[in-house]
């Protein structure tokens, strides 16, 4: 019975709320992004708080038209620019870079943006990358997006921004709810997508971006899922995130 009550106390323990230190660092310390510094449209600031589930996530932030019409991609991680990430294969017995399909990591920005690989994904591959400009390395804390669109803007817009994080089960999503699907298993919750529409007529000193819904949990589409009961800490790893916009 000792051992029983030793086991469960690590286990409450480990299931608190309460943040570990390196992730309060990891929330508190603010990293500086800049893309595509030569364009001529507005300058356009992206500012991400991480919440309690902050753990390594990926991202992608990018403009629409009010109508939802894509526009141009502001920012995504280097990893998912080029289709090759840091961990892309431990077929040799240990992780090493290489390229990697992952579908259901960032399925709303891929199907907007459009471009079909050969393979049939909508995502980019090293022979049709996204380019530099609009690419960094991902950013492991909160962040500071500063960017510019290519040209000038359409009097409303909308700043979108679709975030992951790999392996991040709760009681519905759980790893047997599409058996045999890797995609999914390398997913659980799916993306969460964010949006604030601004009007340059009528700027706000900031936009504080609201939750639209979620991507597809396997990357099959491009749809957007408005129903957010069955999603949990991903909805916590941004804790905020605020959009400013500044004419050139």
């Not at 690419?135 to 975030?163: C, I, N, Q, W, Y």
Request: aromatic share 12%.
């Amino acid at each position: 019975m000792k051992y029983l009550i030793i086991a469960l106390t690590v286990i409450i323990a480990s299931c608190s709320a309460k943040p570990s230190a390196s992730k309060l660092t990891q929330r508190q310390t603010f990293t500086d992004v800049v893309t595509n510094s030569s364009g001529t449209g507005p300058e356009i600031e992206v500012k991400f708080y991480g919440g309690p589930s902050l753990y390594y996530p990926l991202m992608a932030v990018w403009l629409e038209d009010e109508q939802g019409g894509y526009i141009q991609t502001l920012f995504v991680p280097r990893a998912i620019a080029t289709g090759v990430f840091k961990y892309g294969s431990d077929a040799s017995g240990r992780w090493q870079e290489a390229a990697k399909r992952a579908p259901q990591t960032l399925p709303y920005w891929s199907h907007k943006r459009g471009i079909r690989s050969s393979d049939g994904l909508y995502m980019p591959d090293p022979e049709n990358p996204v380019a530099d400009a609009y690419s960094g390395a991902t950013p492991t804390t909160s962040f500071v997006l500063s960017a510019r669109a290519d040209r000038p803007l359409p009097g409303k817009f909308r700043v979108m921004f679709e975030v992951n994080q790999n392996w991040d089960w709760n009681e519905y999503w759980t790893n047997d709810k599409y058996p045999g699907d890797r995609n999914y298993l390398n997913n659980a919750q799916p993306s969460v997508v964010y949006e604030s529409l601004v009007d340059q007529d009528n700027l706000s000193q900031s936009y504080q971006m609201k939750v639209k819904g979620h991507g597809h949990p396997t990357g099959a589409t491009g749809e957007l899922f408005t129903d957010l009961s069955t999603l949990t800490t991903a909805l916590q790893i941004a804790d905020s995130i605020l959009v400013t916009v500044r004419k050139k």
